[in-house]
């Protein structure tokens, strides 16, 4: 009988899978350090609380965030295309 194929991630060599669990296992390690201050752990336990009991006010501010950020990101290509094609036009002699 035919051995089946795995698709997704785990189909490629074990290079690739110990990247994708290192991946994992760093942010499960970070997550758990970063907890052990108590200030950030305060923090979390607001977060989660706020996020349990009012679900739709955390997704508007994490909407305005997100959208803040896409503007901000944009404005800063147009800058950045602006400033390469000012340069562009430019000569320069030598």
């Given at each position: 009988m035919a051995k089946k194929r795995r698709i997704g991630i785990?189909?490629?060599n074990k290079?690739?899978?110990?990247f994708v669990t290192g991946m994992i296992v760093g942010g499960i390690i970070g997550a758990a350090l970063t907890l052990l201050d108590k200030n950030t752990r305060k923090q979390t336990l607001t977060?989660?609380?706020e996020t349990k009991d009012h679900p739709s006010n955390v997704?508007?501010?994490?909407n305005e965030k997100i959208v803040s950020a896409t503007d901000?990101?944009?404005k800063n290509i147009q800058e950045a295309a602006?400033?390469?094609d000012h340069a562009s036009s430019q000569r320069f002699e030598f």
């Open positions: 785990y189909n490629r290079k690739d899978n110990w977060l989660l609380s997704k508007e501010k994490l901000t990101v944009e602006d400033i390469y």
